[in-house]
């Protein structure tokens, strides 16, 4: 049997990871400035994180949602009290495709409509009702079309007014990423935010913020949506979460109601996944990270933000889009194999993503500074060596 060939995979077997760092199966390190699509929050194999798992495994890694299971109250707690919604419960799953899933379910059953608003640009995940939310076509099939879902124009509210007055007695809720990741470091502006809220409250529909990516200290926020002072009805939550092992989450506005049933997992919230999160959150809290994110994001643009063929850099914390005046594909290329630096890209083909570990040390942001420098200048140097021959 062979695999089902969906992904353009780099010649590159990483065969170790430590921090900031991987190695390869032939001893090359590599810098490591993406973390797996944001999902290595607190570095590769962080000591504290390596001890939890192994001593859960010494315990018990797995049993069913129909028994009590102490480490999902313990992470309950932990996340509302770090991210500051204590009032709120958790549900549990496994990634944040199936946290979208549950949460835009959630919110039809709460108010019993069913259109949803989403917006150009957004990535919400690639299942059924997860998929129709995202703006890409090409990975929405036939069976995932519905003409409840309604596309409206990232940051253009006059549109979004219009969508509403039309449509509003029948839109269930609203999804929003805190930050597009896939789109391209995209930033909401906070009266486009505060519109949407407003707007929700009015036709009665839910407000969900997805904080897949843009979540957990990531902004330097907990979540980025809360720079603005909103509170949405519903927050999913994943990636950064459990470092690497698979798990996701809702965070849900005590006006809704649970009941048996309602909502449901095989997998979710299973020992191992909760020993995970609850050590991402130990580390998040003891190291300060949300502050190191904040400081280091702040440290990488001001050393970047003069360097040739840098249009803009769009930023929150250590979510960085450094939008070039090309494809970003060279750049990347050059950056990974000749200076050994994992970076990423986004559906904005000129975007490089630039998502690292938020305990990277100022040391490592060195490294990936003066590569950057190194592959831009070069560029330059290329170019004029062009003109004169």
Not at 204 to 214: C, M, N, P, W
Not at 318 to 331: H, N, P, S, W
């Amino acid at each position: 049997m062979n695999l089902f060939n969906v992904y353009p995979l780099f010649n590159i077997n990483p065969v170790k990871a430590q921090g900031s760092f991987l190695w390869d199966d032939k001893g090359q390190q590599y810098l490591d400035f993406y973390g797996g699509h944001a999902v290595i929050s607190i570095g590769h194999n962080h000591p504290h994180y390596q001890k939890t798992l192994k001593e859960q495994l010494d315990k018990i890694s797995f049993y069913s949602n129909s028994v009590q299971n102490e480490l999902q109250t313990e992470l309950a707690e932990k996340l509302g009290r770090i991210s500051g919604y204590e009032d709120y419960s958790l549900f549990l799953c496994n990634s944040g495709a199936e946290a979208n899933e549950n949460a835009l379910k959630l919110a039809s059953f709460h108010n019993g409509k069913s259109k949803v608003v989403y917006f150009s640009g957004s990535f919400h995940g690639r299942t059924s009702a997860a998929v129709s939310v995202t703006d890409n076509p090409k990975i929405v099939a036939p069976v995932n079309y519905d003409e409840r879902f309604i596309r409206s124009e990232w940051n253009n509210t006059g549109q979004l007014e219009d969508i509403f007055e039309k449509e509003g007695t029948e839109i269930s809720s609203v999804i929003i990423e805190g930050i597009q990741g896939v789109g391209g470091v995209m930033i909401p502006d906070a009266a486009f935010l505060m519109r949407i809220k407003e707007l929700c409250q009015q036709y009665d529909a839910v407000l969900i913020l997805d904080e897949v990516q843009s979540g957990y200290g990531r902004s330097g926020y907990f979540f980025a949506h809360q720079e603005y002072g909103i509170q949405p009805d519903l927050i999913t939550t994943a990636k950064g979460m459990g470092n690497g092992f698979p798990i996701g989450g809702v965070l849900i506005h005590p006006e809704f109601q649970a009941t048996n049933g309602l909502l449901g997992t095989t997998f979710g919230g299973n020992h191992l996944a909760c020993a995970a999160a609850i050590a991402v959150l130990d580390v998040m809290k003891d190291e300060n990270l949300m502050e190191n994110a904040r400081i280091m994001g702040d440290y990488i643009e001001e050393k970047i933000k003069m360097l040739p063929h840098i249009r803009s850099i769009r930023r929150k914390g250590l979510m960085i889009g450094i939008e070039l005046d090309r494809d970003c594909a060279e750049v990347r290329s050059r950056l990974l194999y000749d200076h050994h630096i994992f970076t990423g890209n986004s559906n904005d083909k000129a975007v490089l993503r630039i998502l690292p570990a938020l305990n990277i040390k100022k040391e490592e942001t060195d490294l990936f500074i003066n590569a950057l420098k190194t592959v831009l200048e070069g560029l330059t140097t290329e170019a004029a060596k062009a003109l004169t021959h």
